[in-house]
T-cell receptor, first 113, second 111 residues
Framework: NAGVTQTPKFQVLKTGQSMTLQCAQDMNHEYMSWYRQDPGMGLRLIHYSVGAGITDQGEVPNGYNVSRSTTEDFPLRLLSAAPSQTSVYFC????????????FGPGTRLTVL | EDQVTQSPEALRLQEGESSSLNCSYTVSGLRGLFWYRQDPGKGPEFLFTLYSAGEEKEKERLKATLTKKESFLHITAPKPEDSATYLCAVQATGANSKLTFGKGITLSVRP
């Protein structure tokens, strides 16, 4: 099992550019989520999905889009990058109802200039 | 609104010097409280789940305890490899899909 994988590991964007952060899991987990982690702010939930075709907003969804066409993949799209989106992004997955035992990916460090 | 406050922000210990990390929480109803460990440059890794006041969980040098208002992560005779950031999170009853995380406590253990 590869667990939760994220690509890319590092990315630098210019303001206004768009990009997609990839996330995949091979554990057949129903629940997948995206968090951002900023110094002094802790982990904040951006979007989550409880199954293919079902997504919902978390605490800080503005500027981000998600879709879930398969159980395995949960990409995060930045539509028009802003410096405020400079952060480390983590994808996580778990069985629904077992959110405590979320498996986290290694993270993507994004810098927006 | 659910809130999680962790203290201190950072803790430096000598190897073998036992201590405790604190996690205070405010939720309308607690479904569970969770501890994670995060190493630099990596994603968080699940450690413990606590569901009700009085519950305790242990793993090697770590023991987590829970009261109605806070949780403690006790570290007994820490080693340098215990150095990491420890995150606390809560799930409220009815919040089937969300966890609320604290800011974390960075622990450094000197040999």
């Amino acid at each position: 099992n590869a667990g939760v994988t994220q690509t890319p590991k590092f990315q630098v964007l210019k303001t206004g550019q768009s990009m997609t952060l990839q996330c995949a899991q091979d554990m057949n987990h129903e629940y997948m989520s995206w968090y951002r982690q900023d110094p002094g702010m802790g982990l904040r939930l951006i979007h989550y999905s409880v199954g293919a075709g079902i997504t919902d907003q978390g605490e800080v969804p503005n500027g981000y889009n998600v879709s879930r066409s398969t159980t395995e993949d949960f990409p995060l799209r930045l539509l028009s990058a802003a410096p405020s989106q400079t952060s480390v992004y983590f994808c996580a997955s778990s069985y629904f109802g077992r959110l405590n035992e979320q498996f986290f990916g290694p993270g993507t460090r994004l810098t927006v200039l | 609104e659910d809130q999680v406050t962790q203290s201190p922000e950072a803790l430096r210990l000598q190897e073998g010097e036992s201590s405790s990390l604190n996690c205070s929480y405010t939720v309308s109803g607690l479904r569970g409280l969770f501890w994670y460990r995060q190493d630099p440059g990596k994603g968080p890794e699940f450690l413990f789940t606590l569901y009700s006041a009085g519950e305790e969980k242990e793993k090697e040098r770590l023991k987590a305890t829970l009261t109605k208002k806070e949780s403690f992560l006790h570290i007994t005779a820490p080693k340098p490899e215990d150095s990491a950031t420890y995150l606390c999170a809560v799930q409220a009853t009815g919040a089937n899909s969300k966890l609320t995380f604290g800011k974390g406590i960075t622990l450094s253990v000197r040999p």
